[in-house]
């Protein structure tokens, strides 16, 4: 019995080297016939690459927000300017910022927001840019350290002071390689005077730059630029990752509490946790990734087709020698063996090499700046686990075939 | 043991081709002894190969009953039948059947290859040139078929038949692209083959290689017309020795 075993393990070994020996005599069409495969892999392969670096991309977008954001939107921001001044009592207040920061304990940082569009005029120059009205603490909310200078303070931020922290872009427009401090800038012809530069940050979620902006106090900005009397959202900076969730509810309880929220009416503010943007975005990229994976994996079905033809090809031309084999005491397993090995060496020398594209296209793709694909020991594992699948189902109906002859047929065939 | 090596009952083949139908073998009773040696002979047509690949379970009767060695072929599975051919028969092709691009001691060694237990490398190698070298052959070890000429081919065939050792060798005219000497050499080969109480059964349109065997059966249209005990059988060595001969006699005149 472990005799019969190992004797056929060996002759499996030798079968093996006969399979790899007709494949070489044939490199080209072995070539092309592991093309489908190849191509297969390494679009299955560099896909998932590709999209990893994405989700990467993204999630790096999402932290430099910051970490551990809570963000408030008052729920009639888009009616504000209209709403402003009118008494809508739905709007999120300052003195809710104030509640909030006093009351919910794991709230380490809070921060107003207002933004404007404008034309900032310096030394002559012109540029449209986003005006952030914020408080002191946004830099350190958005985990965004200064190039130079320093941030305006809660002395500022109280008398409403004309100072503004400026961003690198913007700098860079209005005063080229000048070092900005101490220069004024015109915002709607009221003059600032700029104090800090931020470091630059490059693209944020949507690509949007996030270094083309001009950060004043929000005080300044509400009373001096557009007269508004609330902010649009407030930030919160929470102690924790683990107190995020306990901090949106009693964010929200707070708030419905203040706008005198009965329990049947809903919300009016919008709380976005940060985690959770990350988290659905993660999901998004991830099933984006798998749908374009598999729709790549269904060319190895294509691949696996054009294996099968092949094998059919070759167990046609070789009907004598299997005939022979077959005569001389070649047992059908043998012969099945034989030509099932040949088309697996086939479809993993397609897979190996689509792998080994996929990490190419991958690195190729790592040149964009800021793109980190990487390609996952994952779906390597599944490339080459599906490459040999297919080899197997689609060798498995030529290699019967040439098991099931005739000796004699075999024999004459012409 | 039995008696008989073989032992076919009204053995028929036959082939349909559209509508024609065509008696290969047409009724073929026989018995076969081991230790037998036997030359099938008959005109072209007659049927002797289509018999030859049943004899050789290569291929199966149409009706009629074959025991090999007292077995019922038509009871065994394919593998079972590999199995036999593998280890109890030695089939020499009319068309030798080489395996193309590969060495005349691979070709040899292909039924080793195929042999349970496992025989290893080295052993398949050694048995194989040593055929080899019995047919004459032992500085051809590694030339492709298409580097030997069809004579050489035919003894890389008979090596091949030989090399497991077989009970039964079936030769299909393996002296038909054979010169004088050769097929001598050959006929001396299965002499000796038999002489160590080897079955051969072979097919021959030559009288003078008939004449080597022990028992002449002819064949016409599918059946047996003559099967005789052969009165005058002749020697490879006595023939060697003739032809030596008369060949330092025709290099001295
Ligand atoms: N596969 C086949 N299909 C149809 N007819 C066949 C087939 N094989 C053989 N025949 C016919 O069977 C008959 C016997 O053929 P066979 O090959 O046995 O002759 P043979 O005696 O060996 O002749 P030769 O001496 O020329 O080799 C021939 O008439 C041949 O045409
Ligand atoms: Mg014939």
Known sequence: MLQALTSSLLRAGLTAMIAFRALRRNKMRSILTALGIIIGVASVVSIMALGRGTQRRIQ???????????????????TNAAAAGSGVSSNLTLQD?????????????ASPEVTLTAQAVAAGRNWSTTIAGESPSYLRIRDWPLARGSMFTEREVRSAARVAVIGSRTARELFGPLNPLG????????????IGQLKSKGAGIGGANQDDRI?????????????????????????????????QEQVTALLRQRHHLTA????????????????????????????????AGLSLLVGGIGIMNIMLVSVTERTREIGTRIAVGAQPRDILLQFLIESITLSLFGGAIGVALGYGVSAAASMIPNFHPSVSIGSVVVAFGISFIVGVFFGFYPARKAANMNPITALRFE | MSTTVIELTDIRKTYRTGDVEVHAVNGVSLSIKPGEFVAIMGSSGSGKSTLMNMLGCLDQPTSGSYLLDGVNVAKLGRAELSRLRNQKLGFVFQSFNLLARTTACENVELPLFYTNPHVPLRERRQRAIKALEKVGLGARLYNHPNQLSGGQQQRVAIARALVNEPELVLADEPTGNLDTRTSIEVMGLFQALNDAGITVVMVTHELDIAAYCQRIIVMRDGRIIRDDFNKARI??????????ASEQHASLS
């Open chain 2, 235 to 244: 020697f490879a060595s006595d023939q060697r020795a003739a032809l030596d």
């Open chain 1, 215 to 247: 950060v004043i106090p929000y005080t300044t900005a509400m009373r001096r630029l557009t007269g508004e009397k609330y902010p649009r959202l407030v930030t919160l900076q929470i102690s924790s990752d683990g107190l995020m969730s306990a901090a």
């Open chain 1, 60 to 78: 790096d977008q999402v932290s430099s927000l910051g970490s551990n954001l809570l963000i408030v939107f008052s729920k009639s921001r888009r």
């Open chain 1, 183 to 194: 220069q004024t800038v015109r915002i709607k012809n009221m003059p600032f005077t700029i």
């Open chain 1, 97 to 109: 910022v104030e509640a909030i920061r006093r009351e919910v304990r794991s709230v380490q940082a």
């Open chain 1, 264 to 295: 049947e009416r809903k919300n009016d503010f919008d709380i976005i946790n940060q985690k959770e943007i990350a988290d659905t975005v993660n999901s998004i990229t991830n099933s984006l990734t798998y749908l374009l994976g598999g729709i």
